[in-house]
């Protein structure tokens, strides 16, 4: 986020030196107040929201803290990402405006369809995606608006909208007709993969050094085959690792930071965009008409949304193979969150003896009676989606380990955020983390014995009384999943006209993969394992869920029926 701010105009950034003189007197300042405002004159007006408190003109509320620990800094009760009224905030020549609170938070997403998302997806595409300049220009002679009727002034040429093409082409794939075949191609894929992994194991422990890992892999296989079609791991076997690698250095390239002092980061930036291109390329060679099958997706594009996309940037300005390589890489790598998701919710299943009883009993209820004869398992996908305590799984790994900042910014008018006005031109953040781990939000059980930065489904789970403390125990037959309560507050898809537009998509891969897996393997997780944390460094926080910050080692074997699998902490 701070990347975006300090770098959107073209700023050089103030030296080191400078941040180490400030940062002794901002922290001995910051140490002695206790929850400091400013604009102590606005009191209780409305209208302009009022200005956090700064100390120096020149840099304003510098946040020196976070680069030593960013989501201490973000949830630090004394700093600008807490306050419960609309802040406006100023970090060297830079401005911004905080929102947070589940009103503000709804009023925000109520109103972004007056908001533009061009500088910032310019200055992702272009910093950590590498869309060439000449395609990079055309956001900014876009100014015809997010909407399907351009605004009345437009003076951009209907093929080179690109905000709304292209935004429009991923809600007509992932909202619209091409979500079904995309899903069935998903779910065969995963079924085959996590049952031939299931083949492997046996039913005697077998080690694996990284659950994490483990989970990862195998669910990217299954989601970028069913994406892309076959070829482009087909053709470029490392894809997968330099994929990871790619995104554990994202904020190298949010940064800006040189190629000459990451030169590994950029190497591997570069074989997953050479990867698109050769995969495209031989989409280019070799397909015709007659490879479309019935769904309209086609083996050398994968889905229809590829080829389709193709044609599209093509008839813009600006765009050549390599520019399409880039905005389609940009779609592929999108699908991380919900692959690291997936695998936090099956390291917190097989971590609860408890939880994971309970999981496999609804879970259970949504087997076909057809699944036996391939001996492969298959649900109900639409019992699978309503089930309470899965669903509170998947709802809870979102809350408790999505680290993102929703970032708008008013286009032609202000936006009016209950009685505030926050003027055109600003950006508008809202950190998730913040509103994820409000106590006052998120229940922690009856005796505060769930702390929010703890892993507990309970959160999610209303008992018929109407309490969630009552649904404390994960096995409640009795209790119902619910978000109606917690609206504004639990917000991993952001909010708004441009809501994620996967999240359709990772909801049911999720809860698929994690369904599959917990039906087919018994787990251990080993030594430390059981107790990894998320990493809160500076590079890796606050580009979506997280990852874990060390490795998470287990054992595992064939489950059958009958075998009574509770994990343990192995002692060896």
Known sequence: MFSYLFSLRGEVNLGALVLLLSSALWLWHAAKRRGPVANDKLGNAKGAPPTFHYIFPLLGSLPIAYLFNPRAFVLNQNNFFQRKQPTRVKILNHEFYVINGADNVKALFKGSWACTSIPFVKFALGHAFGLPA????????????????????????????????????????????????????????????????????????????????????????????ALCGPYLLALSPDFLQSFWN????????????????????????????????????????HFSDSAIGTDGDDPFWGCSFFRERHKMFLDMDGFDYAAIASQDFGAIWAARNAVIATSWAIFDIYRDPELLVSVRAEIDTCRLESDSADGRIRFDIDKLLRLPVLQAVYAETLRLRMHFYIIRMPDRVDLKIQDWVIPRRKVIVTPTTVAHMDSEVWSTGLNSEHPADQFWVGRFLKHPTGNTHDASKSHD?????????????????????RQCPGRHFAKRQ??????????????????????????????????????????????????????TALLRQDEH
């Not at 059981?530 to 998470?552: I, M, N, Q, Y």
Request: overall charge negative; hydrophobic content about 35%.
């Open 477 to 497: 037959a009795c209790a119902a999943f619910s978000t109606k309560e917690v609206e504004g507050s639990w917000i991993p898809y952001g909010g708004g006209p």
């Open 246 to 285: 790619f995104d554990r250095n994202l904020q190298t390239y949010l940064q800006g930071i040189p190629w000459f002092l990451a030169p590994k980061a950029y190497a591997d930036r570069k074989k997953v965009l050479d990867a698109v291109k050769t995969w495209q390329q031989h989409a280019r060679d």
């Open 134 to 225: 000449e395609a990079l220009r055309l956001f900014d002679r876009d100014d015809s608006g997010g909407s399907h009727v351009p605004h009345p002034n437009s003076i951009v040429e209907a093929r080179n909208r690109i905000d709304y093409r292209v935004h429009e082409s991923l809600v007509q794939f992932l909202e619209g007709k091409g979500l079904l075949p995309f899903w069935n191609r998903f779910t065969d894929d995963i079924t085959q993969r996590l049952h031939s992994m299931q083949d492997r194991a046996g039913s005697d422990w077998g080690y694996h050094t990284d659950l994490m890992q483990l989970v990862s892999d195998e669910a990217t296989v299954s989601i970028i085959n």
């Open 510 to 563: 999720i809860l698929l993969t994690v369904a599959l897996t917990v039906s087919l393997f018994d787990c251990e997780i080993l030594g430390e394992g059981v107790d990894v944390k998320e990493d809160f460094s500076l590079s890796g926080f606050g580009g979506g869920v997280s990852h874990p910050a060390g490795k998470v080692p287990v054992r595992t074997r064939r489950r059958t029926y009958g075998n």
